[in-house]
């Protein structure tokens, strides 16, 4: 069985480089830390696939948030601290996964590469 992870990320926020690439990562972390174990080591051995997907806004990214709850995904809503560029309480990206590769396509397949 192939596992995988995406991150979706905000484009209406404009982030500076530095600024998304911490909240991407932020996403990546959480899903992994809230996913079980036996997930976790199955991906880590196929070199940790991860997928970054860009959503256009606040709304979609929450709809995807939704939805994969509601598949039973591994799911993680990263809302930023507002220490630097953007205002507290702002939401930034979803991670989704490690999960099943089928499971993860079968929502994502028609957002495009970051």
Request: proline content about 4%; charged content about 30%.
């Amino acid at each position: 069985m192939s596992y995988k992870q995406v991150i979706l990320a905000r484009t209406d926020l404009k982030l500076p480089k530095g600024k998304l690439a911490a909240q991407v990562a932020h996403a990546s972390v959480v899903s992994v830390l809230r996913s079980d174990s036996k997930i976790v080591k199955a991906w880590e051995s196929k070199g940790m696939p991860k997928i970054v997907l860009k959503v256009a806004d606040e709304k979609e990214l929450i709809k995807y948030f939704q939805m994969a709850k509601d598949e039973g995904l591994n799911v993680s809503l990263i809302t930023d601290a507002g220490r630097t560029v953007i205002a507290p309480g702002t939401r930034t990206c979803v991670g989704i996964g490690p999960n099943e590769e089928e499971k993860i396509d079968s929502l994502v397949s028609e957002l495009k590469l970051l």
